[in-house]
């Protein structure tokens, strides 16, 4: 199933499945089967087996012909998922990303995986503006491959970490790699990292593909081709099978420490061809494009 999140005519968003080409209500289309679902994707996933099962019937009715459907050109899509409860990142978990950017390749068994979040308040959909934020000039990209949790879970093992996933969606960090904030202050140990932290937390700096794709769907995510073009030039080019930690991994990881919970988002890093590394950065009028094969196209100007 491909879920999304849509608006017609300015209105609220709703929750949607995109079936050939068209998007049908999950509410309005559970009512019509004498069942019912909740208006939010997240709200659904929350629900269970029992919420997919009657998404399921719907998608099926809507392929038939029994229900209304809208086509995908006649609506808004916004980000897949309006409202994860988390969204987790790791940071250095492609060896051409932490290459390109002067640093010696790792070796996996003697570092762990590097966990952060961002706040909702970053989330945008495709189409939606990136905001160059006052403080910053160096404006990055990094397409990311991002897994939606469906299950929740702690002290989740490897073995089972792919029990706990719902599916897969297109993500963009979009990061700051400087501010303008350190004149005048007095230096401190952490300094830098906590400009990096807030560098990532910007409004618009949370960009989510309009597809949450199902993992049935997706099949497996470590082969699924990924590519970011700035204004139709080609800048990060590689597969998610490349990530130095899995999925599973980075699960079983994080879920040592918090509970993760239906709706998370745990985005998967990004390979080498960002911005940084040539100080190409994001400027006013660009279109920036991440796609990966099977999970679709992100869109979004910068302004």
Same mark, same amino acid.
């Given at each position: 199933?491909?879920?999304?999140?849509?608006?017609?005519?300015?209105?609220?968003?709703?929750?949607?499945?995109?079936?050939?080409?068209?998007?049908?209500?999950?509410?309005?289309?559970?009512?019509?089967?004498?069942?019912?679902?909740?208006?939010?994707?997240?709200?659904?996933?929350?629900?269970?087996?029992?919420?997919?099962?009657?998404?399921?019937?719907?998608?099926?009715?809507?392929?038939?012909?029994?229900?209304?459907?809208?086509?995908?050109?006649?609506?808004?899509?916004?980000?897949?998922?309006?409202?994860?409860?988390?969204?987790?990142?790791? @940071? &250095?978990?492609?060896?051409?990303? $932490?290459? *390109?950017?002067? !640093?010696?390749?790792?070796?996996?068994?003697?570092?762990? /995986?590097?966990?952060?979040?961002?706040?909702?308040?970053?989330?945008?959909?495709?189409?939606?503006?990136?905001?160059?934020?006052?403080?910053?000039?160096?404006?990055?990209?990094?397409?990311?491959?991002?897994?939606?949790?469906?299950?929740?879970?702690?002290?989740?093992?490897?073995?089972?970490?792919?029990?706990?996933?719902?599916?897969?969606?297109?993500?963009?960090?979009?990061?700051?790699?400087?501010?303008?904030?350190?004149?005048?202050?007095?230096?401190?140990?952490?300094?830098?990292?906590?400009?990096?932290?807030?560098?990532?937390?910007?409004?618009?700096?949370?960009?989510?593909?309009?597809?949450?794709?199902?993992?049935?769907?997706?099949?497996?995510?470590?082969?699924?081709?990924?590519?970011?073009?700035?204004?139709?030039?080609?800048?990060?080019?590689?597969? @998610? &099978?490349?990530?130095?930690?899995? $999925?599973? *991994?980075?699960? !079983?990881?994080?879920?040592?420490?918090?509970?993760?919970? /239906?709706?998370?988002?745990?985005?998967?890093?990004?390979?080498?061809?960002?911005?940084?590394?040539?100080?190409?950065?994001?400027?006013?009028?660009?279109?920036?494009?991440?796609?990966?094969?099977?999970?679709?196209?992100?869109?979004?100007?910068?302004?």
């Amino acid at each position: 199933m491909k879920f999304v999140s849509y608006s017609v005519g300015g209105g609220a968003f709703s929750a949607g499945l995109s079936v050939n080409g068209q998007v049908v209500d999950l509410a309005a289309g559970a009512a019509a089967l004498g069942e019912s679902l909740p208006a939010n994707v997240v709200e659904i996933i929350q629900g269970g087996d029992a919420a997919l099962a009657i998404a399921r019937k719907v998608e099926k009715a809507a392929a038939d012909g029994d229900l209304t459907s809208l086509p995908e050109a006649d609506v808004v899509l916004g980000a897949a998922l309006q409202t994860p409860p988390t969204i987790y990142l790791l @940071a &250095g978990n492609y060896q051409s990303h $932490i290459m *390109e950017g002067g !640093a010696p390749a790792v070796n996996k068994e003697r570092i762990n /995986p590097r966990p952060f979040i961002k706040p909702n308040t970053a989330i945008i959909g495709t189409n939606d503006p990136i905001l160059i934020p006052p403080d910053s000039d160096t404006l990055d990209y990094e397409i990311e491959i991002a897994a939606v949790i469906g299950k929740a879970g702690r002290h989740i093992s490897v073995a089972d970490a792919d029990d706990h996933i719902a599916g897969y969606t297109v993500f963009n960090d979009v990061s700051a790699r400087s501010l303008k904030v350190a004149d005048g202050r007095d230096e401190r140990a952490g300094d830098s990292f906590f400009d990096w932290l807030l560098g990532k937390w910007c409004d618009s700096f949370a960009a989510i593909g309009p597809y949450l794709v199902t993992k049935d769907e997706s099949g497996d995510p470590s082969t699924l081709e990924m590519a970011l073009r700035v204004n139709g030039e080609l800048r990060q080019h590689s597969d @998610a &099978g490349e990530m130095i930690f899995s $999925i599973p *991994e980075s699960i !079983a990881f994080l879920s040592r420490f918090v509970t993760l919970r /239906p709706g998370d988002m745990l985005c998967m890093g990004t390979p080498g061809g960002v911005g940084a590394t040539t100080a190409t950065y994001l400027k006013a009028g660009d279109v920036v494009v991440a796609e990966i094969d099977k999970l679709g196209t992100l869109t979004n100007p910068v302004q």
